[in-house]
């Protein structure tokens, strides 16, 4: 009898085992995810891209990395230009690093020097490129996962509990206890911050955040100028609070935590985060990710937040993020507006975009199911003509 007992033990074990191994290899399966190639490409789109590409090889828009154009799952484009950045940044020096030959010794060569070749544009030598603030658009993309997986109430939760006591003055603690994690979501948190329109070559506040030794006191230090949700301003500080807020319901760097609710989900598995002094992963601008994989977020939107049959973001995320929370951002009578870290361009219909220095560019388009990336390093004060117009024109030639 206890013979027969450890053989269905052992039975049962092997058959559980199995069982076990059938779940991950289908979960593996599940979260594969490769693009297909485009087996058909209308002509004024073939004709559009080889222009585009023609003036990139003549540096018309300065320092162009690479191109990846989407439609659906199918790749249209993808091209790598290969620049030489040791030629490049020689010779260069400011207060946003210093070139290959310029640098006084090793220590002035580390991740927030813009210039030297070493991790800008590319980490490494990979092929993850920087994406600068297109990081704010990624981290905003997570806090919707946060809320799809119950770590986060809603958009409309309240600052103040995110922070401990003393860490913020009596005036900011009032302030955050009407503020919302939508507020600065939207750029509309109401703190002092000088830096839209700015060069990093200029006295900013994100150069300044960038040089402190924590960047969420800074970002607490700045003076109130306008009742949450009141003023749209432009604040890197704002976006960095995202990586606390993450951290403090997570238990976990928004790195970490973004890999397992949202990286492995779309089978992104290369990537590089940068941290802050206090060891926070830099959600203002320190992501670097291949273009196909950024392409993945734009996708996943396209989606509305579902990929591989899973629900990656509330149903209504996508709508509110890609909706413009605030019209005519530049108080000029336009229709450009922002979303949730998202900059919602005037076109009808409108596209969502995520933009960041140097000339990083993700395009939505969701009428016509088109995804685009750029991918550029135009830091060095070299003349050149924007390259977003166009390219959105190259992406509109494959309208049906």
Request: charged share 20%; aromatic share 12%; net charge negative.
């Amino acid at each position: 009898m206890q013979k027969n007992m450890f053989f269905i033990a052992v039975l049962l074990f092997f058959t559980a085992a199995c069982q076990e191994e059938e779940r991950s290899i289908k979960e593996a399966e599940l979260t594969k995810f490769t693009w297909k190639t485009a087996q058909k490409i209308n002509a004024t789109f073939i004709t559009a891209i080889d222009t585009l590409s023609s003036h990139i090889k003549n540096g018309d828009y300065g320092y162009i990395d690479e191109l990846f154009i989407a439609k659906q799952d199918s790749v249209l484009y993808h091209e790598k230009f290969k620049l030489d950045y040791t030629l490049i940044s020689k010779d260069k020096k400011g207060k946003m690093g210093c070139g290959s030959n310029m640098c006084t010794d090793s220590s002035v060569i580390h991740l927030y020097n813009y210039y030297h070749p070493k991790y800008h544009p590319f980490y490494l030598d990979s092929e993850m490129h920087t994406l600068q603030s297109v990081t704010k658009s990624v981290a905003s993309t997570i806090v919707g996962a946060a809320i799809e997986n119950g770590q986060l109430t809603s958009v409309e939760t309240p600052l103040f509990p995110f922070f401990e006591e003393g860490q913020l003055s009596d005036t900011i603690a009032n302030h955050f206890k009407k503020a919302t994690i939508e507020d600065v979501l939207t750029m509309q948190l109401g703190l002092k911050w000088a830096e839209f329109g700015m060069s990093l070559e200029m006295e900013t506040d994100v150069s300044a955040m960038e040089l402190s030794e924590d960047w969420v006191a800074y970002t607490l230090n700045r003076s109130i100028i306008a009742p949450p949700g009141d003023q749209w301003n432009y604040n890197s500080g704002a976006s960095q609070l995202l990586s606390h807020i993450i951290k403090q319901v997570a238990n976990e760097n928004i790195e970490e935590y973004g890999d397992r609710v949202l990286f492995q989900k779309l089978g992104i598995s290369d990537y590089y985060w940068k941290k802050t002094p206090t060891g926070l992963s830099d959600t203002e601008g320190g992501l670097y990710l291949k273009a196909g994989d950024l392409a993945k977020i734009g996708l996943l939107y396209l989606q509305d937040g579902i990929w591989n049959e899973e629900r990656i973001l509330p149903d209504d995320w996508v709508e509110n993020a890609l909706g413009k929370q605030v019209t005519d951002i530049y108080q000029d009578g336009g229709k450009e507006g922002y979303g949730y870290q998202w900059w919602i361009t005037g076109d009808e219909p409108p596209l969502a975009v995520g933009l960041g220095y140097g000339n990083q560019i993700l395009v939505i388009v969701p009428e016509e199911n088109i995804v685009g990336v750029v991918y550029a390093w135009n830091v060095f004060d070299n003349e050149a003509k924007y390259i977003f117009r166009d390219f959105v024109d190259v992406l509109m030639s494959l309208k049906d």
